[in-house]
């Protein structure tokens, strides 16, 4: 059983930047793709961002290219998302999320584990 812990959330101004952590716990971290997710108010959860378990291969949304950057740490059982020129659209809470498959996590189909999420609020 793998547990995920986010962290980093907060309220931040348009335009400005925020990075969440993803600790993972109580499996081979490397064993997993990693992924993160949000849900804003009133709509459905939407894929943002993927990485491959050795890192070599990252997966963006359209509403993430060029702004957001997902890395990881195996050896520290991390998977990180810097965010920057955050927009008040960003508003949501954000999901760590791990499986063996990068494609079930692009696909939000029957992800292995989830976080509890991190609130993030981008002001205008």
């Known amino acids: 059983q793998v547990q995920l812990v986010e962290s980093g959330g907060g309220l931040v101004q348009a335009g400005g930047s925020l990075s969440l952590s993803c600790a993972a716990s109580?499996?081979?971290?490397?064993?997993?793709?990693m992924g993160w997710l949000r849900q804003a108010p009133g709509k459905e959860r939407e894929f943002i961002a993927a990485?491959?378990?050795?890192?070599?291969?990252?997966y963006y949304a359209d509403s993430a290219k060029g702004r957001f950057i997902i890395s990881r740490d195996n050896a520290k059982n991390t998977v990180y998302l810097q965010m920057n020129g955050l927009k008040p659209e960003d508003t949501a809470v954000y999901y760590c999320?791990?499986?063996?498959?990068?494609?079930?996590?692009?696909?939000?189909?029957?992800?292995?584990?989830w976080g509890q999420g991190t609130q993030v609020t981008v002001s205008s």
């Open positions: 999320a791990a499986d063996k498959m990068t494609d079930t996590i692009r696909t939000i189909g029957g992800i292995d584990y």
């Open positions: 109580g499996g081979i971290f490397s064993n997993y793709a």
């Open positions: 990485i491959t378990w050795s890192g070599a291969s990252t």
